[in-house]
């Protein structure tokens, strides 16, 4: 159980296009759902937090107009990043919580964005 | 200074060995303790949580947690190569403020060699 999904799970674009990344819980309701980045050998940076129906809360450095998140529905979330530049380029994980009623967070397996 | 600190290794040990990893940590309010597995170009995947100070054990992994000390560890008995890895450790408050703010170390690169 505590399956979540992410697709695409890796993704090449050119710079200036958008990007949407999309993350699923399979088996249970996350009330909340959490974006990180991930560059090589360092560990997760927590960019955003999301509750379902509400607005995101972005990690303090985090351009919300940049990263635009959804959360539609208790099991999808979206990350859209706008106007992507090399820089952008990165490991993108998203994770869901609330089973449990605990604070243990499911990951999904992550989007690899390239920007070329 | 970091909340959490880990050693990033790599860690290397033959495989039947036991593997020991720890954490250190500088805020005496974190509650929840959780150790991730990481295989490369992966998410991290959750193998045990404790809110408590003790062992807790889950076949061949033990958590160890030092509240008093504010330190945490992990072993991994009978290690295999499919262990290879990296292992983060993260905790949590467990407050309405912080709630789901995760504190994780940067992680600890694991080679199990057959």
């Known amino acids: 159980g505590a399956v979540v999904s992410q697709h695409p799970s890796w993704v090449i674009c050119k710079s200036g296009t958008s990007v949407k990344i999309e993350c699923r819980s399979l088996?249970?309701?996350?009330?909340?759902m959490f974006w990180y980045r991930q560059f090589p050998k360092q560990s997760l940076m927590l960019m955003a937090t999301?509750?379902?129906?509400?607005?995101?809360?972005?990690e303090q450095g985090v351009e919300k107009d940049k990263f635009l998140i959804n959360h539609a529905s208790l099991t999808l979330s979206t990350l859209t990043v706008t106007s992507a530049h090399p820089e952008d380029s990165s490991f993108y994980i998203c994770?869901?919580?609330?089973?449990?009623?605990?604070?243990?967070?499911?990951f999904g397996p992550g989007t690899r964005l390239t920007v070329l | 200074q970091k909340e959490v600190e880990q050693d990033p290794g790599p860690l290397s040990v033959p495989e039947g060995a036991i593997v020991s990893l720890n954490c250190t940590y500088s805020?005496?309010?974190?509650?929840?303790f959780m150790w991730y597995r990481q295989y490369s170009r992966k998410g991290p995947e959750l193998l045990m949580y404790?809110?408590?100070?003790g062992n807790k054990e889950d076949g061949r992994f033990t958590a160890q947690v030092d509240k008093s000390s504010k330190y945490i560890s992990l072993f991994i008995r009978d290690s295999q190569p499919s262990d290879s890895a990296t292992y983060l450790c993260?905790?949590?408050?467990?407050?309405?403020?912080?709630?789901?703010?995760?504190?994780f170390g940067a992680g600890t690169q694991v080679v199990v060699t057959p």
């Open positions: 999301s509750n379902e129906g509400s607005k995101a809360t972005y």
């Open positions: 404790t809110y408590s100070s």
């Open positions: 088996d249970f309701q996350a009330t909340t």
């Open positions: 994770s869901g919580s609330g089973r449990l009623g605990t604070d243990t967070q499911y």
């Open positions: 805020n005496s309010a974190f509650q929840y």
């Open positions: 993260a905790m949590s408050l467990m407050t309405t403020d912080s709630w789901g703010k995760l504190q």
